[in-house]
């Protein structure tokens, strides 16, 4: 999907981010920890871009940091998908823009990465919602609002790539 010009997100696939999320976030910090450690085992070395995971000994389900960063995701895609549906874009303040996007690229975070972890979400997802409400839609609905952040957070990291 085109990350410039407007995107069109219904008002059903916000609909279907928000609804799955109000069931997820109950049991946020099992699934963040589910989440991070299927990007773990499909890319084990990503776990070195993490300072916080590269000396330390505690265990990934015991590290505050990598649960907070594993809501930063789930958050940030939620509100991804209301400001699409709203705009048709996703708009990240200036300032948080850049900073996303230079930690990212500083600590070696590539566009593989973010695939991966793309892949990992909606698996966690649809792991983590009863098989009921799982759906094709649901996870477009999912991916589109991910790709769109990334993209934004991408935007960010240019100047600093060039
Ligand atoms: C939509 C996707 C993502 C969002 C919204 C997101 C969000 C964030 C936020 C809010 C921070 C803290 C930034 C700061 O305080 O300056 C951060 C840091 C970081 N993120 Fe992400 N992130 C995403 C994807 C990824 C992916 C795919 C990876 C790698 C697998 C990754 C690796 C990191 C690393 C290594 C840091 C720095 C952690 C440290 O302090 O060592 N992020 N991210």
């Not at 895609?77 to 948080?96: I, N, P």
């Amino acid at each position: 999907m085109a990350s410039n010009g407007a995107v069109r997100f219904t008002e059903e696939q916000e609909a279907l981010v928000l609804k799955s999320w109000a069931i997820m976030k109950n049991d946020s910090a099992n699934i963040g920890h589910r989440f991070f450690l299927k990007i773990f085992e499909v890319a084990p070395s990503a776990r070195q871009l993490f300072s916080f995971l590269r000396d330390s000994d505690v265990p990934l389900e015991k590290n505050p940091k990598l649960k907070t960063h594993a809501m930063s995701v789930f958050v940030m895609t939620c509100e991804a998908a209301a400001q699409l549906r709203k705009t048709g874009t996703v708009t990240v303040k200036d300032t948080t823009l850049k900073r996303l996007g230079n930690t990212h690229f500083k600590n070696g975070v590539r566009d593989a990465h973010f695939e991966v972890a793309k892949f990992a979400l909606l698996e966690t997802i649809k792991e983590s919602v009863p098989a009921s409400m799982w759906s094709p839609e649901m996870k477009g609905a999912w991916g589109e609002a991910y790709d769109q952040l990334v993209a934004a957070i991408k935007q960010g990291m240019m100047p600093a790539a060039l």
